[in-house]
């Protein structure tokens, strides 16, 4: 089976954006890879290689944070302090809320360019599996 190793994140602004998923998440600082990427590390060994993108209009991305239930008590204390909206659905219909899938707690947000961003308690289909169903 292979793992993913990177992902490319094209931004207008590969500082802005790796500072903002850095700060959000609590995250080591951003590193340097041959001054064409600034690699922000995850904690299951995959990274986010942030890429200034000068090919014309950028096309939304969606990123989904496996979190614990402390992590996301950060993240949300922090999304709230910066006054960021945030929905508790990728449709963006129910604003200033989490929601509660799976037994866990979640939420979105948008980056400095637009990419929706998530964070998750609990692994989508968690419940059922945990139910046996």
Same mark, same amino acid.
């Given at each position: 089976m292979a793992d993913l190793n990177h992902l490319i994140v =094209?931004? &207008? %602004?590969?500082r802005r954006g790796s500072a903002h998923v850095v700060d959000i998440l609590g995250l080591e600082p951003p590193r340097d890879f041959a001054g064409? @990427?600034?690699?922000? !590390?995850?904690?299951?060994?995959?990274?986010? %290689? +942030?890429? !200034? =993108?000068?090919?014309? #209009?950028?096309?939304e991305q969606h990123l989904? @944070?496996?979190? &614990? #239930? %402390? #992590? @996301? %008590? $950060? $993240? +949300?204390?922090?999304?709230k302090a910066g006054a960021i909206d945030h929905w508790a659905d990728p449709s963006k219909r129910t604003p200033g809320e989490i929601n509660h899938h799976d037994g866990g707690r979640g939420l979105y947000w948008s980056d400095p360019d637009g990419h929706l961003l998530e964070i998750i308690t609990r692994p989508y289909g968690a419940e059922t599996e945990a139910s046996g169903g």
């Amino acid at each position: 089976m292979a793992d993913l190793n990177h992902l490319i994140v =094209w931004c &207008t %602004d590969k500082r802005r954006g790796s500072a903002h998923v850095v700060d959000i998440l609590g995250l080591e600082p951003p590193r340097d890879f041959a001054g064409q @990427f600034l690699i922000v !590390d995850l904690g299951n060994g995959v990274s986010l %290689d +942030y890429a !200034d =993108w000068s090919g014309g #209009e950028l096309i939304e991305q969606h990123l989904a @944070f496996l979190v &614990t #239930e %402390d #992590e @996301f %008590d $950060a $993240a +949300y204390g922090r999304i709230k302090a910066g006054a960021i909206d945030h929905w508790a659905d990728p449709s963006k219909r129910t604003p200033g809320e989490i929601n509660h899938h799976d037994g866990g707690r979640g939420l979105y947000w948008s980056d400095p360019d637009g990419h929706l961003l998530e964070i998750i308690t609990r692994p989508y289909g968690a419940e059922t599996e945990a139910s046996g169903g």
